[in-house]
Antibody, heavy 121, light 108 residues
Framework: QVQLQESGPGLVKPSQTLSLTCTVS??????????LSWIRQHPGEGLEWIGY???????NYNPSLKNRVTISVDTSKNQVSLKVNSVTAADTAVYYC?????????????WGRGSLVTVSS | EIVLTQSPGTLSLSPGERATLSCRAS???????LAWYQQKPGQAPRLLIY???TRATGIPDRFSGSGSGTDFTLTISRLEPEDFAVYYC?????????FGQGTKVEIK
């Protein structure tokens, strides 16, 4: 049973870099069996896809965030990381890690529980 | 960029009633790439329907999806107490995923 777990600081100061990690358990990222995405949800609002990565390192990002976001993969640790630069209060959100099966990558069949990140001084 | 518009914003119904949720795309999309999710307070979204009409594993058959082109529908045939939640539609295209703004199904 594959599981996803987000982790990282819950509080980030404005203008700094938000860093989160998604750890995959019960499966290997290197298997190439799924795409891993980051999705966020502002308080009381809807879902916003941030970007995805495949085990090979190929990525794509939401154009609205592309200039500030980097997603990377560490297959040795079975982890995917998210970095968002120059954060503001508008980046306060719950950040989810979600997977899409490689054979049917157009939907998210597994989600982590989410990690709340607050941007505040 | 395709925009998904869900309606209504809030649906007030009683247990046992039928719920019909709409998701309209700003341009025609492939039904293969349309999915629906359920989200309860404090929880991550859960996949309900993919390829517009295929139920995900473990999803009860009171949930059904339909549609094509620009208009898609999620129907809950008879609302159970655990179905009161927020529902999102989602589209995939060109290595990019977008969500509708959600419909809240609340107890009347």
């Amino acid at each position: 049973q594959v599981q996803l777990q987000e982790s990282g600081p819950g509080l980030v100061k404005p203008s700094q870099t938000l860093s989160l990690t998604c750890t995959v358990s019960g499966g290997s990222i290197s298997s190439g069996g799924y795409y891993l995405s980051w999705i966020r949800q502002h308080p009381g609002e809807g879902l916003e896809w941030i970007g995805y990565i495949y085990y090979s390192g190929s990525t794509n990002y939401n154009p609205s965030l592309k200039n500030r976001v980097t997603i990377s993969v560490d297959t040795s640790k079975n982890q995917v990381s998210l970095k968002v630069n120059s954060v503001t209060a508008a980046d306060t959100a719950v950040y989810y890690c979600a997977s899409s099966p490689a054979a049917n990558y157009w939907f998210f069949d597994l989600w982590g529980r989410g990690s709340l990140v607050t941007v505040s001084s | 960029e395709i925009v998904l518009t869900q309606s209504p914003g809030t649906l007030s119904l009683s247990p046992g009633e039928r719920a019909t949720l709409s998701c309209r795309a700003s341009q025609s999309v492939s039904s293969s790439y349309l999915a629906w999710y359920q989200q309860k307070p404090g929880q991550a979204p859960r996949l309900l329907i993919y390829t517009s009409s295929t139920r995900a594993t473990g999803i009860p058959d009171r949930f059904s999806g339909s549609g094509s082109g620009t208009d898609f529908t999620l129907t809950i045939s008879r609302l159970e107490p655990e179905d009161f939640a927020v529902y999102y539609c989602q589209h995939y295209g060109s290595l990019s995923w977008t969500f509708g703004q959600g419909t809240k199904v609340e107890i009347k």
